[in-house]
């Protein structure tokens, strides 16, 4: 048995989901997405198939596992190299039910349908149109033409209800545009 306190993570969302209420969240707008590159709005229609709300932790939460990555690689100390499964992470550190059933709930409102709650309850991934997506998010999504390829991309930075905003910390996949390496390594021989 680790030496820690296996606790459910407190619930994070207080009092109801108003979508009038919003809070506007940063850094989700893909710097590609500019207008030189606008080929005009995303049809409506158009499936996402794969957006995922990474989910938050509170400050004690993540002090809790900053003590127990610290302990996990103490050889003197007793959870020195005793792993968490991914139920066990979600039990301690992961959002709790309560939550989770509440993102689920105000997704399903807006015609988003989950797809996975992750093992340890640290994200919620879910499907819909682009115009579902955006109606929840108050984005809208535009296609982007950048060497020689069509993504598409939110146009904006995305809104959350108030009581939302405490327990999403981020939101992936709003734009199909994938990381490229910052740099090549190419091995050389050494003809000598």
């Known amino acids: 048995m680790l030496t820690g306190a296996l606790s459910a993570q407190p619930s994070l969302i207080k009092g109801p989901i108003q979508d009038t209420e919003r809070v506007r969240m940063t850094g989700h707008v893909h710097p590609m997405a500019k207008a030189e590159n606008d080929l005009g709005p995303l049809d409506l229609s158009v499936s996402l198939p794969a957006i995922t709300l990474v989910l938050g932790q509170t400050p004690e939460q993540q002090a809790d596992l900053d003590r127990l990555l610290a302990a996990q690689q103490d050889p003197s100390s007793p959870d020195y190299h005793r ?33 996975t709650v992750g093992r340890g309850r640290t994200s919620v991934a879910f499907t819909g149109t682009a115009g579902d997506v955006g109606q929840a998010l108050q984005i809208t999504f535009h296609r982007y033409s950048v060497d020689g390829a069509t993504h598409f991309a939110n146009t904006a930075e995305p809104s959350l209800p108030i009581a939302l905003g405490t327990a999403i910390r981020a939101i992936r996949g709003l734009h199909d545009f994938r990381m490229q390496p910052k740099a090549v390594l190419h091995a050389t021989l050494d003809p000598n």
């Open 83 to 115: 792993w968490l499964s991914p139920e066990q992470y979600g039990a301690r550190f992961g959002a709790s039910p309560d939550d989770i059933a509440k993102i689920t709930a105000w997704l399903g409102q807006h015609n988003l349908h989950v797809t």
